[in-house]
């Protein structure tokens, strides 16, 4: 039997990390400005405080039901980076910046392993990110013909994890939860999936991981998406 596979796309289909490379002559620019009280700033530490800004305000947007595009809490994440790390990003800058987050690099274990898992089961692209821009990011990265379909949490007003995003994704999909995976690298986005009964495998990318002490567990804990194949059942 053929299960629904949900793949959440940043951080476990594609690096976000990998904007360091991008960000990297920006810092060097701001440290050659500020002089010795400028040598803190690192291209790894504003890609993580921007991942954890995004993040943030979706969540709070979500919250608030003041929802905006992802696109908007990247950008507005990205100036509260400028601002906290004193980068002086040019409005160029800025657009390079966030040009970037479609063309992030794919985790090495994706292209293969998405190969073979489509051909055994209905692979959707679920996502936090506006249609437009995921698909964008799939075609770059050569890997947009293993999905079925994107599904968006925009026709929301909402993002992840917000109950409503999953039972939008199983009305769209028209799939039981219990037959649909949720994968994701997200600890928030497993738990978010699990609420509404849908089965879920968490992907560790990182052995610094920690997966959140909610009392919810995955039911898969894999280190690599070559791991699903097999795994995956209904």
């Known amino acids: 039997m053929k299960c629904t596979i949900a793949f959440d796309i940043y951080g ?25 009280h400028g040598g803190g700033v690192s291209a790894a530490d ?29 950008r507005d994440a990205l100036r509260y980076c400028n601002a906290y790390f004193d980068l002086g990003m040019s409005a160029q800058q800025e657009a390079y910046l966030l040009q970037g987050y479609n063309e992030l690099p794919l985790f090495a274990d994706v292209a293969p392993s998405l190969a073979r898992l489509t051909q055994q089961h209905h692979v959707f692209a679920f996502t936090n990110g506006c249609e437009d821009a995921v698909l964008s990011l799939l075609r770059n990265a050569g890997v947009a013909n293993h999905f079925h379909d994107v599904i968006s949490v925009s026709d929301t007003k909402t993002f992840k994890p917000d109950p409503a995003v999953y039972t939008h994704f199983l009305r769209q ?33 990182s052995s610094d991981n920690i997966f959140d002490p909610w009392g919810v567990q995955p039911e898969l804990t894999i280190s690599d998406l070559s791991d699903l194949s097999g795994r995956i059942k209904c």
Not at 12 to 33: H, M, N, V, W, Y
Request: proline share 2%.
């Open 46 to 74: 504003v890609a993580r405080l921007w991942r954890d800004k995004q993040l943030e305000y979706s969540f709070r947007r979500g919250l608030m039901q003041r929802f905006k595009d992802f696109s908007v809490c990247t």
């Open 12 to 36: 476990t289909l594609f690096d976000t990390s990998g904007i360091q490379t991008r960000l990297e002559p920006i810092c060097l620019q701001a440290r050659q400005k500020s002089g010795a």
């Open 173 to 205: 999909t028209e799939s039981d939860p219990e037959a649909t995976w949720l994968v994701s690298a997200n600890s928030f986005d497993i738990i978010g999936a699990d609420s509404v009964g849908m089965r879920t495998a968490w992907i560790r990318r």
